[in-house]
């Protein structure tokens, strides 16, 4: 009798531990339902990411021409060859779910931009982010002549709302990691290309700076890209890339991430 009710003991105590770790995968289930949080694909410090496993990639765009594509007479952009590029590294699919970059935005354009419900809503969804703006801030596209004193003069406010945007996107989501694509000077080959040069590494140094502070956002070189054969990878503006240019850019990032 004795060990017959030691059984029962035994058999209940099982049932039970059975229905407390059911219920509690039906309620982290609901939870994912209810609150459901984009999940990051990458994860490490600032220069060193490595792709950890999820169900896609959902890559989203901002900022300037450069994110949108004008130049690329394929229309792809290098938003477009990423994902192609980084299919099969990722071993994903990779989801645009937006590329909500302006021609022409400045800093302060940008900064209105992440005010909008709709670019904050698809900055949510997102797990990677892919980011230029600056350009129209130091250059004026279309002259034939770049004043490095102007450069100078705008810099430090472009960068100061650089770091407002960068701290608008980290509280929008902490989790997605942000590549930003640092500047290359398509005014390289003027008579005053070695200082105008000069301030886009200035520029490129101080934003690395800024992303250096949140371990989820990566400086993507692309200076080095332009520096040799310029007018080969520049579109007819002589501003933008131009396929090959966006090409270079696109393995660049995935590089990167690798």
Known sequence: MQRSRNLWL?????????TLLLAGGFGY???????????PILSGPVGNS????????????????LT??????????YIGYVKEYLEPVVGQPVNVIGNMAVGGHRTDQLLELLEQKGVRYTLRQANMIV????????FNLGQDEVDVSVIEQRMPDALK?????????????????LYYVGLYNPFAELDNGAQ???????WNAAVFALLNQYPQMTFVPSYDLFTKNLKEYLSADQFHPNQMGYERIAKRIVQVIE
């Open 161 to 177: 709302r650089l770091e407002t945007i960068l701290a608008t996107v980290n509280e929008l989501n902490p989790k997605a990691e």
């Open 50 to 65: 490595a792709p950890l496993k999820a169900d896609k990639v959902q890559l989203v765009g901002i900022g300037d021409s």
């Open 10 to 18: 035994v058999i209940g105590l099982f049932s039970l531990v059975v």
């Open 196 to 202: 105008s040069s000069l301030a886009v590494q200035q």
């Open 131 to 138: 980011l230029t703006i600056g350009g129209n801030d130091l």
């Open 68 to 77: 949108k594509g004008t130049g690329d007479e394929t229309g792809k952009g």
């Open 29 to 39: 289930a609901i939870k994912d339902i209810l609150y459901p949080q984009a999940s």
